[in-house]
């Protein structure tokens, strides 16, 4: 991936493709013991062909040759470039299935790897797609967790979806206080998917072939955006069906075009002569006259299967008015009704199992029919062409459409379908066999009612817990929500137990990262204080709070929430109230009095060092650095800044990490160490790749165009904030608009053209918190328009604010510089005065704005401030230094508005200063003109001595 440091999953120092030695070395390397030297010594042939690709491929391939044709070169070109994905569309039997076969068999024989796997409409396992296709993997390839190095913990958290891979994770807890827990482990189990498709890439390529992502969960979805992200590089390319006209197919598709360069092939059906073709291939050439094939064509509208079904069964009378699907399903309707009644009512039992069942599972929960019986059952519609056998495994079956299970299972009428779930349930929870609670917990949803709301209820708590450890936190949710929507049911809905469920439910939104988080954590509160429960409380007003901090107005019904909640828990070290204090000082950074948000801060940090918890600790510090934000403290926040980053490191946190550098890099840039700000960017960069979530995708953007706008590439800077607003939003920053505005700002000042940002000014300048800032700014944008008496009239409004601005507050350097500029620009001597007076202390700092800009060394503003009152001997030594400084930064356009500043002192002094006036002049104006300062270049123009 590009800017990332060192071998990655898919680098080639993992393994190297040129080498060609025998098999032999790596099998007795293996049967020795040494499965890392195995795989050092060489590698075996591509594993073989799944079964279920290698099954699909025995039928004959009728047409679609421009189609394979085209997937046969992009496979050639992606084995040169980067990795990929090929979407196939179609409606069910059009042969999508049929078409990724013949092309992951030419693959295949070209020496290429090819892994198969497919969701299922129930989802009752995670990853299902990803789970089947590295099972097939893990089993051609004995021992490739250690030959593809992956680490212990991440190894074991596959293991527990992948028990060929190895001894599963243990369990870890589910609280409230675990999601940075979560989020690691679940970055842990994609980078080792991640790592494990990189090595099956290696030497000839990967296939991976993923069908009917229509029913694909949320945590597949996700894992496959992070494969495609962080397949970038290697020869992989994935190529996933969908059904058309399921629910969420659209949005999903979308989800990944944002995400990934994604080729969509639409099949439709079959034109006459590609169903001639399929008819002769089929029936013999004889039937495949003019007239059946248009009647054919008619009846199907081209559908591949339902062609061959209406071959294998023909229609005793013209069709020519039936629908497609009912037409289809009366097909297999007629030949279901030739089989046994005994080998209808086993169907139909498997039908309720899902699309593949076992022999085993169906003697459970058929125990009034022997294993013969089942098994001749099994026979005939094997003979029928219904089910077949899978490939490879002893006792594994699998409807040969998903069509013929949907026929099956709508069979009976609800009444008896849903006690047929019901029946499954109990004998699945009664057999000896391993059954993932989230079976249990469908078949009895299912079953809810017809008495299966009870055990419904507690299989889908299990369910949900075992979701969150598999980092599956989309499938959590929707086994939280539904046991909320089962409570009523059973008449058990007490406070409690909803109160549980609810704040488990949010807790698993947020790590979903889904909008609604706030909407649990609500009901959750009125929940709380009902039953009088302070850990309760307490975990709803964390949750309320959101994930993470963000300086933001206070909110003052949020913040008397957290003073409840203190009160409640008491005066005792906890690392829950070390929490709830941090929270409540990083919600007060705005209001007074200032000192209180500093004692509750210290309060929080004392605590945590006591406790020596480093999570405790982590959250301490983040509320530490919200309490110093305001300029004067900047030394000691870059301190806690790096502690911060450090505890992350401690702690394995790659969010949290993530979320640390953020900060730091704001108190780097504002203490002026540019150099360190640049390297620790270039960290959050590598993390952000590496987690691929909006929110520090956008924090390492913002900061890209922090750099490049001191440069003086505005064009590019603009560029970067609009890519990085999409983000934002993304995100669920409700802020995101003004944050982009800001962005905007610190590139329209140096051009010269704030003016264009008048109406979002003047907007956001009426509001709460940041509003003073927003007022300082301004009075420039009106200059900028040439409207001087608005300017003056803005300048007035905002100076005589100055008394509600506070200086503890992270916007208050902003703000005070902005209106300092004005002073300058407007010729008040007296307001210059005063602000010279509260800048000089913050000399040696950076005008830092937010995450947006950066206006340079204060230095400079001191030298115009000092101009306008009439001491030029004090404004000669500011400017010099700033000269200096932003000469250090390699800041072109914060040296030539310098250039400027100073010449216009240098010109009422000595000829000599003139003549050197004239030469900053001349830079100024030339580097404003190269460089896009229009607003500079126009001042320089107009200075120079007459």
Same mark, same amino acid.
Request: hydrophobic share 45%; proline share 5%.
């Given at each position: 991936?590009?800017?990332?440091?060192?071998?990655?999953?898919?680098?080639?120092?993992?393994?190297?493709?040129?080498?060609?030695?025998s098999?032999?070395?790596?099998?007795?390397?293996?049967?020795?013991?040494?499965? $890392?030297?195995?795989?050092?010594?060489?590698?075996?042939?591509?594993?073989?062909?799944?079964?279920?690709?290698?099954?699909?491929?025995?039928?004959?391939?009728?047409?679609?040759?421009?189609?394979?044709?085209?997937?046969?070169?992009?496979?050639?070109?992606?084995?040169?470039?980067?990795?990929?994905?090929?979407?196939?569309?179609?409606?069910?039997?059009?042969?999508?299935?049929?078409?990724?076969?013949?092309?992951?068999?030419?693959?295949?024989?070209?020496?290429?790897?090819?892994?198969?796997?497919r969701?299922?409409?129930?989802?009752?396992?995670?990853?299902?797609?990803?789970?089947?296709?590295?099972?097939?993997?893990?089993?051609?390839?004995?021992?490739?967790?250690?030959?593809?190095?992956?680490?212990?913990?991440?190894?074991?958290?596959?293991?527990?979806?992948?028990?060929?891979?190895?001894?599963?994770?243990p369990?870890?807890?589910?609280?409230?206080?675990?999601?940075?827990?979560?989020?690691?482990?679940?970055?842990?189990?994609?980078?080792?998917?991640v790592?494990l498709?990189?090595?099956?890439?290696?030497?000839?390529?990967?296939?991976?072939?993923?069908?009917?992502?229509?029913?694909?969960?949320?945590?597949?979805?996700?894992?496959?955006?992070?494969?495609?992200?962080?397949?970038?590089?290697?020869?992989?390319?994935?190529?996933?069906?969908?059904?058309?006209?399921?629910?969420?197919?659209?949005?999903?598709?979308?989800?990944?075009?944002?995400?990934?360069?994604?080729?969509?092939?639409?099949?439709?059906?079959?034109?006459?002569?590609?169903?001639? $073709?399929?008819?002769?291939?089929?029936?013999?050439?004889?039937?495949a $006259?003019?007239?059946?094939i248009?009647?054919?064509?008619?009846?199907?509208?081209?559908?591949?299967?339902?062609?061959?079904?209406?071959?294998?069964?023909?229609?005793?009378?013209?069709d020519?008015?039936?629908?497609?699907?009912?037409?289809?399903?009366?097909?297999?309707?007629?030949?279901?009704?030739?089989?046994?009644?005994?080998?209808?009512?086993?169907?139909?039992?498997?039908?309720?199992?899902?699309?593949?069942?076992?022999?085993?599972?169906?003697?459970?929960v058929?125990?009034?029919?022997?294993?013969?019986?089942?098994?001749?059952?099994?026979?005939?519609?094997?003979?029928?062409?219904?089910?077949?056998?899978?490939?490879?495994?002893?006792?594994?079956?699998?409807?040969?459409?998903?069509?013929?299970?949907?026929t099956?299972?709508?069979?009976?009428?609800?009444?008896?379908?849903?006690?047929?779930?019901?029946?499954?349930?109990?004998?699945?929870?009664?057999?000896?066999?391993?059954?993932?609670?989230?079976?249990?917990?469908?078949?009895?949803?299912?079953?809810?009612?017809?008495?299966?709301?009870?055990?419904?209820?507690?299989?889908?708590?299990?369910?949900?817990?075992?979701?969150?450890?598999?980092?599956?936190?989309?499938?959590?949710v929707?086994?939280?929500?539904?046991?909320?929507?089962?409570?009523?049911?059973?008449?058990?809905?007490?406070?409690?137990?909803?109160?549980?469920?609810?704040?488990?439910?949010?807790?698993?939104?947020?790590?979903?990262?889904?909008?609604?988080?706030?909407?649990?954590?609500?009901?959750?509160?009125?929940?709380?204080?009902?039953?009088?429960?302070?850990?309760?409380l307490?975990?709803t007003?964390?949750?309320?709070?959101?994930?993470?901090?963000?300086?933001?107005?206070?909110?003052?019904?949020?913040?008397?929430?957290?003073?409840?909640?203190?009160?409640?828990?008491?005066?005792?070290?906890?690392a829950?109230?070390?929490?709830?204090?941090?929270?409540?000082?990083?919600?007060?950074?705005?209001?007074?009095p200032?000192?209180?948000?500093?004692?509750?801060?210290?309060?929080?940090?004392?605590?945590?060092?006591?406790?020596?918890?480093?999570?405790?600790?982590?959250?301490?510090?983040?509320?530490?650095?919200?309490?110093?934000?305001?300029?004067?403290?900047?030394?000691?926040?870059?301190?806690?800044?790096?502690?911060?980053?450090?505890?992350?490191?401690?702690? $394995?946190d790659?969010?949290?990490?993530a979320?640390?550098?953020?900060?730091?890099?704001?108190?780097?840039?504002?203490?002026?160490?540019l150099?360190?700000?640049?390297?620790?960017?270039?960290e959050?960069?590598?993390?952000?790749?590496?987690?691929?979530?909006?929110?520090?995708?956008?924090?390492?953007?913002?900061?890209?165009?922090?750099?490049?706008?001191?440069?003086?590439?505005?064009?590019?800077?603009?560029?970067?904030a609009?890519?990085?607003?999409?983000?934002?939003?993304?995100?669920?920053?409700?802020?995101?608009?003004?944050?982009?505005?800001?962005?905007?700002?610190?590139?329209?000042?140096?051009?010269?053209?704030?003016?264009?940002?008048?109406?979002?000014?003047?907007?956001?300048?009426?509001?709460?918190?940041?509003?003073?800032?927003?007022?300082?700014?301004?009075?420039?944008a009106?200059?900028?328009?040439?409207?001087?008496?608005?300017?003056?009239?803005?300048?007035?409004?905002?100076?005589?604010?100055?008394?509600?601005?506070?200086?503890?507050?992270?916007?208050?350097?902003?703000?005070?510089?902005?209106?300092?500029?004005?002073?300058?620009?407007?010729?008040?001597?007296?307001?210059?005065?005063?602000?010279?007076?509260?800048?000089?202390?913050?000399?040696?700092?950076?005008?830092?704005?937010?995450?947006?800009g950066?206006?340079?060394?204060?230095?400079?503003?001191?030298?115009?401030?000092a101009?306008?009152?009439?001491?030029?001997?004090?404004?000669?030594?500011?400017?010099?230094?700033?000269?200096?400084?932003?000469?250090?930064?390699?800041?072109p356009?914060?040296?030539?508005?310098?250039?400027?500043?100073?010449?216009?002192?240098?010109?009422?002094?000595?000829?000599?200063?003139?003549?050197?006036?004239?030469?900053?002049?001349?830079?100024?104006?030339?580097?404003?003109?190269?460089?896009?300062?229009?607003?500079?270049?126009?001042?320089?123009r107009?200075?120079?001595?007459?």
């Amino acid at each position: 991936m590009e800017g990332r440091s060192g071998p990655g999953p898919f680098s080639p120092e993992l393994g190297s493709r040129d080498s060609a030695p025998s098999v032999e070395g790596p099998a007795r390397a293996y049967a020795a013991g040494r499965p $890392d030297a195995a795989w050092a010594e060489g590698a075996w042939g591509p594993p073989a062909l799944p079964t279920a690709v290698a099954r699909a491929d025995e039928a004959p391939f009728v047409g679609r040759t421009a189609v394979l044709r085209g997937l046969q070169e992009r496979w050639q070109d992606d084995r040169r470039t980067a990795a990929g994905l090929v979407v196939v569309t179609g409606e069910p039997g059009i042969g999508k299935t049929r078409l990724a076969a013949r092309f992951a068999a030419g693959v295949h024989a070209g020496g290429g790897v090819v892994l198969c796997g497919r969701a299922d409409e129930e989802n009752v396992w995670p990853y299902q797609a990803f789970v089947e296709a590295l099972r097939h993997y893990a089993v051609q390839r004995p021992g490739v967790v250690a030959a593809a190095r992956v680490p212990a913990p991440a190894a074991r958290a596959l293991a527990a979806l992948i028990p060929e891979l190895g001894e599963p994770a243990p369990p870890q807890p589910t609280g409230r206080g675990h999601e940075h827990d979560h989020d690691r482990n679940r970055h842990q189990l994609f980078e080792a998917v991640v790592r494990l498709l990189g090595h099956a890439a290696r030497p000839a390529g990967l296939l991976l072939v993923l069908e009917d992502l229509q029913w694909a969960d949320a945590p597949t979805m996700l894992l496959l955006r992070h494969v495609l992200r962080r397949g970038e590089g290697s020869r992989l390319l994935v190529l996933a069906t969908f059904r058309d006209r399921e629910p969420g197919e659209a949005g999903r598709l979308a989800d990944l075009e944002r995400d990934a360069e994604v080729q969509t092939v639409h099949l439709g059906g079959f034109g006459p002569a590609e169903a001639a $073709d399929l008819v002769a291939a089929r029936a013999g050439r004889e039937a495949a $006259d003019t007239e059946s094939i248009r009647r054919l064509c008619d009846v199907t509208g081209g559908n591949p299967f339902f062609i061959e079904e209406l071959l294998r069964s023909p229609p005793p009378g013209p069709d020519r008015g039936l629908h497609v699907p009912p037409a289809v399903k009366q097909v297999i309707g007629r030949r279901l009704d030739q089989l046994p009644h005994a080998a209808v009512e086993t169907l139909t039992l498997a039908a309720v199992l899902g699309s593949e069942f076992d022999l085993t599972t169906l003697e459970v929960v058929a125990p009034e029919r022997g294993q013969d019986e089942l098994i001749d059952s099994l026979e005939a519609a094997v003979a029928a062409g219904l089910v077949y056998e899978v490939p490879g495994e002893v006792d594994r079956f699998a409807f040969a459409h998903a069509l013929v299970r949907e026929t099956l299972y709508e069979r009976p009428i609800a009444s008896r379908r849903l006690r047929l779930h019901h029946r499954v349930a109990e004998a699945l929870e009664i057999s000896p066999l391993v059954v993932h609670p989230a079976e249990l917990a469908h078949h009895y949803f299912q079953a809810r009612a017809v008495g299966g709301a009870d055990k419904a209820i507690m299989y889908s708590l299990e369910a949900g817990a075992a979701a969150q450890r598999a980092h599956a936190y989309e499938a959590a949710v929707e086994h939280y929500e539904r046991v909320l929507a089962l409570l009523p049911l059973v008449g058990r809905d007490d406070a409690e137990a909803r109160c549980d469920v609810v704040l488990s439910l949010g807790a698993a939104r947020w790590q979903a990262s889904q909008p609604d988080a706030r909407e649990a954590f609500a009901q959750a509160l009125e929940l709380a204080r009902a039953l009088g429960s302070p850990d309760r409380l307490a975990r709803t007003a964390l949750g309320l709070g959101g994930r993470f901090y963000a300086p933001v107005a206070t909110d003052l019904g949020y913040a008397k929430l957290l003073d409840e909640v203190l009160d409640g828990l008491g005066r005792g070290d906890s690392a829950l109230r070390v929490r709830v204090l941090a929270r409540l000082a990083e919600n007060l950074v705005f209001a007074e009095p200032a000192d209180r948000t500093l004692e509750l801060a210290d309060e929080a940090l004392g605590m945590a060092r006591r406790l020596a918890e480093p999570a405790a600790l982590a959250a301490a510090l983040m509320g530490r650095h919200a309490a110093l934000l305001p300029a004067e403290h900047a030394p000691e926040r870059r301190r806690i800044g790096e502690e911060m980053v450090a505890v992350a490191g401690e702690l $394995d946190d790659a969010e949290l990490g993530a979320l640390a550098r953020h900060w730091l890099l704001y108190d780097l840039a504002e203490v002026g160490e540019l150099d360190e700000a640049r390297r620790r960017h270039g960290e959050l960069e590598r993390i952000a790749g590496e987690l691929q979530q909006p929110l520090y995708r956008h924090a390492a953007l913002a900061w890209r165009g922090v750099w490049t706008g001191l440069m003086g590439r505005f064009d590019e800077a603009e560029r970067l904030a609009r890519d990085a607003v999409g983000l934002a939003e993304r995100a669920g920053d409700r802020d995101a608009q003004m944050h982009f505005t800001a962005q905007l700002v610190a590139v329209r000042r140096e051009q010269g053209r704030l003016d264009e940002l008048l109406a979002p000014i003047e907007r956001f300048a009426s509001g709460d918190a940041d509003a003073a800032a927003w007022r300082s700014i301004l009075p420039l944008a009106h200059l900028d328009a040439g409207e001087r008496a608005r300017a003056q009239d803005a300048y007035d409004s905002a100076f005589a604010d100055r008394t509600l601005t506070r200086r503890a507050s992270m916007l208050w350097l902003t703000a005070t510089a902005a209106l300092c500029e004005a002073a300058c620009e407007l010729d008040d001597p007296d307001g210059a005065q005063r602000l010279y007076g509260e800048l000089l202390p913050l000399a040696d700092q950076l005008v830092q704005w937010t995450f947006t800009g950066n206006g340079g060394s204060v230095q400079r503003l001191l030298g115009r401030a000092a101009a306008v009152t009439g001491r030029g001997d004090d404004a000669r030594e500011h400017f010099e230094a700033a000269l200096a400084r932003h000469a250090e930064l390699q800041a072109p356009a914060l040296l030539t508005r310098t250039r400027c500043d100073y010449a216009q002192l240098l010109l009422h002094g000595t000829p000599a200063d003139h003549r050197r006036a004239d030469r900053f002049l001349g830079a100024a104006e030339a580097a404003a003109r190269r460089l896009g300062m229009t607003g500079i270049a126009r001042r320089a123009r107009g200075t120079g001595l007459t």
